[in-house]
């Protein structure tokens, strides 16, 4: 009678990794191993041979990605609640330069020839992107972005708040049946235009614009003319009819067009929003030079970008193999330190710098949660593989943030001009302007939530 599989895979991966299995594991076979302590704990279910075949091939973050993605991997239970357990294991054991011993490689061959995985490698995933050329020309740039974003506007709309903001959101109050993703979307779009001061009469310039809900919040409630550039066609086409169904074509234009190609005379204020981690290390001087050069002076820019830990700890700027092939290929996160350097280089000066990281917890677990409760329609907008390159997405996004391993800032800058001077307010109140959240949650908050917020106490 054979021997079940999962045992034999505990017993080597426990050898590996030097430490217990922190969740159980089921193989083809039907077989279990680990923990039994905790019932509802994540099952990791290797559903096909063909799986541990890749991972022979693709040791690592790779290899399992592509199981996960083509379905021989899967998890049984919260994804973000397994991914958080091997990650605990990893710190705890200092597993992230571990490399398989010459024994440890031969156990794995002898074991996989025992269970008949071995073979040649599989092909990988449809969804895995294959870009070519060199780095950041304009060509590779347009793909990389497609890849990710030409996606489906279907399944942005069915993923997204109503305005389709797809970056991190600025939770005012925690969430709950008066407040959720939606309203956080609005406030994050409300602060953004705080800070660069917008008023009747300004010409903004968003880079990066997405599907135009910064655009569109510019105009209706500040009264803006403004132009947005990205470098997906579908973006532009939904942002282009989103405008237009709103009446506000003749007040804002969004391009199909690099951020390299704009010459259009100084903007009043720039945003790019979560853009800059798309432009790469080598790019970002001739990033940053654009957008000083665009902006007229005493104007503001405001830059929301994602970063990675400081020196030593950044080895995956890209965000990781899984990242790089499936998500973002190309991406670069760097330390916050170092983008500031670079846009103080280009002759910007730093105003000020706010930290968003936990917000985007908060922010991406809706997502999860719209992915996950509504798996059929997500399914059928964009297919299983599609699909599970998401859910490993967002659940891993949520545990980086949540365990500050990844940050997101806004960043506002200005231009001084030619005498030095920037133009801007004394006061930090006035730069920022009234905040139209707080004058939402002193409309809504009951005296129950005074009292709470006040340690039981009332005004009167």
């Known amino acids: 009678m054979p021997r079940p599989v999962a045992p034999q895979l505990a017993d080597l991966l426990e050898r590996v990794i030097g430490a217990a299995l922190p969740v159980r594991i089921r193989a083809w076979d039907g077989s279990e191993a680990g923990p039994t302590d905790d019932p509802s704990a994540p099952v990791a279910v290797l559903r096909h041979r063909r799986g541990l075949r890749r991972l022979l091939w693709a040791p690592g973050e790779l290899g399992l990605a592509r199981a996960f993605v083509a379905g021989e991997l899967d998890v049984e239970g919260d994804v973000a609640d397994g991914l958080s357990r091997f990650w605990s294991l990893s710190r705890a054991h200092g597993l992230g330069a571990v490399s398989l011993s010459a024994a440890d490689t031969l156990a794995a061959a002898t074991l996989a020839a025992r269970l008949g995985a071995v073979g040649p490698p599989p092909t990988p995933p449809a969804s895995e992107a294959r870009l070519s050329g060199r780095l950041h020309t304009r060509r590779r740039d347009r793909d990389a972005i497609a890849h990710h974003y030409d996606l489906s506007n279907d399944f942005y709309a069915f993923l997204l708040d109503p305005q389709m903001a797809y970056s991190c959101g600025y939770w005012t109050r925690e969430a709950g049946p008066g407040y959720g993703l939606a309203d956080a979307q609005r406030d994050k779009l409300d602060l953004i235009c705080r800070k660069l001061g917008l008023e009747p009469g300004m010409r903004l310039l968003d880079v990066g614009c997405g599907w135009a809900s910064l655009l569109i919040h510019a105009a209706q409630h500040y009264g803006v003319t403004a132009v947005g550039v990205t470098l997906s066609a579908q973006q532009r086409d939904l942002g282009v009819a989103r405008v237009a169904a709103l009446g506000l074509s003749d007040r804002v234009e969004i391009r199909l067009q690099d951020y390299r190609a704009v010459i259009d005379p100084?903007?009043?204020?720039?945003?790019?929003?979560?853009?800059?981690?798309?432009?790469?290390?080598?790019?970002?001087?001739?990033?940053?030079?654009?957008?000083?050069?665009?902006?007229?002076?005493?104007?503001?820019?405001?830059?929301?970008?994602?970063?990675?830990?400081?020196?030593?700890?950044?080895?995956?700027?890209?965000?990781?193999?899984?990242?790089?092939?499936?998500?973002?290929?190309?991406?670069?996160?760097?330390p916050l330190g170092s983008t500031l350097n670079f846009l103080e280089e280009a002759g910007l000066e730093v105003v000020d710098v706010h930290s968003l990281r936990e917000h985007y917890v908060w922010t991406v677990r809706p997502w999860l949660d719209t992915l996950q409760d509504n798996k059929a329609e997500a399914v059928r907008l964009v297919g299983e593989e599609q699909f599970r390159v998401w859910l490993l997405y967002l659940a891993g996004a949520s545990l980086a943030f949540e365990e500050n391993r990844m940050g997101v800032h806004q960043i506002l800058m200005v231009r001084a001009g030619a005498d030095g001077r920037s133009g801007l307010p004394r006061s930090r109140a006035e730069l920022l302007g009234p905040d139209p959240a707080l004058d939402r949650l002193a409309r809504d908050v009951t005296p129950a939530e005074v009292a709470s917020a006040t340690g039981g106490t009332t005004a009167r």
């Open 266 to 334: 100084g903007f009043d204020a720039i945003s790019s929003i979560e853009m800059g981690e798309h432009v790469g290390e080598e790019n970002y001087p001739v990033y940053a030079a654009q957008l000083h050069r665009l902006l007229r002076p005493h104007g503001r820019l405001l830059l929301q970008q994602m970063s990675r830990g400081a020196s030593g700890a950044n080895s995956a700027p890209g965000g990781g193999a899984f990242m790089e092939r499936y998500v973002a290929p190309d991406m670069f996160m760097r």
